[in-house]
């Protein structure tokens, strides 16, 4: 379609001038949700000995390598080893050490007898044992030490987002702080004269107000601080004035990125596009929904999007745009959603010459063959049928039409 950018192109501009923050050493309690800046070595063996990965006996195989429940061996227990001990009994030819999950291997014992390998299992754990199992090999149910990393190996690379799992894997490794990227704060402001709170009566003419919320949770689950919510009139000094607070290098709200829904389209109140004409550049990109958009980077390096103010373009422009400068501002190693191939449960209408996003729900019933259903009729209003969406279908600007049956490309957001 003539005049269009490409959404490829559009991107390309925001990416640059997306800068990585600075990074800052933290402490891993704090450390959720950032990214690292630099890799994370281990401190210590991973694990730091050869531990128990059962409930049972520490034993000599060469003991017991011919026990059958026909030929049980007997083995006398001389020591009890929890989980925690220092303890290293020595064990002698016959004897046995009881053992608990996590408590280190006597080093005098190369193989562990679990409980229920047992005549009597725990119940008849002290005093003499019959072992009624051989276990399979020498080191049979030990965890070796550095097994699963050795101290100074990389154990999370630069560029890792730290979720609960991430974090569990640093603490495992002995580390207590972490090098992250600082995280980006975000300001977001709803334009439009329309707007009210929710739940507050409604005259004609007035609409909840809905798009600040979506995209400051969207910033939020992208890693980023919301450091002011608002919406605005279509009256411009207010926009100036928020604006001049948010972008303030002495205030407590100073952003680093400003989110505007609203006021970027071609009507006769636009307010963002009036105010700051010359600081940001509006485009129109070769998609839907979501074609009119604004981007600009203040002198002092603060980054201005300016999405539409349909709820379903706002939040399909973030997904688009806000989104991956948000993860290149924190050094992501990877700033795209997954994105699987799936069949169309049903079919729809595509927009000539753009690229369509469409919110879509994903039928898991058959989990060998999942597939897409429109969550929407496709309006960029609908606001309501956004709240169903779990993905985006991304159909290419060349297709005429997505029938049942047809595989497409879903972008997976949930």
Do not use: C
């Amino acid at each position: 379609m003539s005049g269009l950018r490409t959404v490829e192109r559009h991107l390309d501009d925001v990416l640059a001038a997306a800068a990585p923050l600075e990074a800052e050493r933290v402490a891993l309690d704090a450390a959720h949700g950032s990214t690292l800046r630099e890799p994370v070595l281990a401190a210590v063996d991973l694990p730091g000995f050869d531990n128990s990965a059962m409930d049972g006996f520490a034993v000599r195989f060469a003991d017991v390598a011919a026990a059958s429940p026909d030929a049980p061996v007997t083995l006398h227990v001389i020591a009890d080893l929890p989980a925690g001990t220092a303890d290293d009994p020595a064990l002698g030819s016959g004897q046995a050490a009881r053992i608990m999950t996590g408590a280190p291997v006597p080093t005098t014992a190369d193989a562990i007898v679990p409980f229920e390998d047992t005549a009597g299992g725990l119940a008849d754990s002290l005093g003499a044992i019959a072992v009624q199992r051989a276990p399979r090999a020498v080191g049979a149910h030990i965890r070796r030490a550095g097994e699963d990393a050795g101290t100074g190996d990389e154990v999370l690379a630069a560029g890792t987002p730290l979720g609960p799992l991430q974090l569990a894997a640093v603490a495992a490794a002995g580390v207590a702080e972490v090098v992250v990227s600082r995280r980006p704060r975000v300001a977001v402001i709803s334009t439009g004269s329309e707007l009210t709170e929710p739940g507050a009566p409604l005259r004609r003419g007035r609409i909840p107000e809905s798009n600040s919320r979506a995209l400051s949770a969207l910033a939020t689950e992208a890693g980023a601080v919301v450091v002011r919510r608002t919406s605005v009139s279509d009256e411009g000094g207010e926009l100036d004035r928020v604006l001049a607070e948010v972008t303030d290098a002495a205030s407590p709200e100073r952003a680093d990125v400003v989110i505007f829904s609203g006021g970027v389209s071609a009507g006769a109140y636009e307010v963002v596009k009036t105010t700051l004409a010359g600081t940001m550049e509006f485009s129109k990109v070769a998609m839907q929904p979501g074609k009119p958009q604004g981007f600009g980077r203040l002198p002092g390096g603060t980054l201005l999007f300016g999405l539409p103010g349909n709820p379903v373009s706002a939040a399909v422009s973030f997904e688009v745009f806000v989104r991956p400068a948000l993860l290149r501002m924190q050094g992501r190693g990877d700033l795209r959603r997954p994105v699987i191939a799936v069949p169309a449960a049903a079919g729809w209408r595509t927009p000539p010459g753009r690229r369509q996003y469409l919110p879509v729900t994903i039928d898991r019933a058959d989990p060998r063959r999942w597939s897409a259903r429109p969550a929407t009729s496709g309006g960029s209003h609908l606001a309501g049928g956004l709240g169903r969406a779990e993905a985006y279908a991304v159909v290419p600007a060349e297709v005429d039409a997505v029938a049942a049956g047809d595989i497409v490309d879903v972008m997976l957001i949930s």
